[in-house]
Nanobody, 120 residues
């Protein structure tokens, strides 16, 4: 199982970016999916999560500006980021709890990270 994230880049403050992350390989089902971010010399922090039923959770710092969504059939999650601020600059990591084919337990997976840089 692999999580492949894409969509990062450089944007001016006030701009928008859309991140995507697709789970591929021997995926039976994906439960909770989400995004985390890590700025230089800081710990990795939750940005947003979404359940298979579409229930969402956001960090206070992004609520109202970011929107997480998913396609269960495609095991894909997106993060629409609007009104970006310089403090949103970080490496963004996709995260998912997945049952691989042939197993019955949930395993946590991480994507490779994608850089988001917001200039002032």
């Amino acid at each position: 199982v692999q999580l492949q994230a894409s969509g990062g880049g450089l944007v001016q403050a006030g701009g928008s970016l859309r991140l995507s992350c697709a789970a591929s390989g021997s995926v039976n089902s994906a439960r909770l999916m989400g995004w985390y971010r890590q700025a230089p010399e800081e710990q990795r922090n939750l940005v947003a999560t979404i359940t298979t039923a579409g229930r969402t959770n956001y960090a206070d710092s992004v609520r109202g500006r970011f929107t997480i969504s998913r396609d269960n059939a495609k095991n894909t999650v997106w993060l629409q980021m609007n009104s970006l601020k310089p403090e949103d600059t970080a490496v963004y990591y996709c995260n998912a709890y997945i049952i691989p084919t042939g197993r019955w337990d949930w395993i946590e997976y991480w994507g490779q990270g994608t850089q988001v840089t917001v200039s002032s």
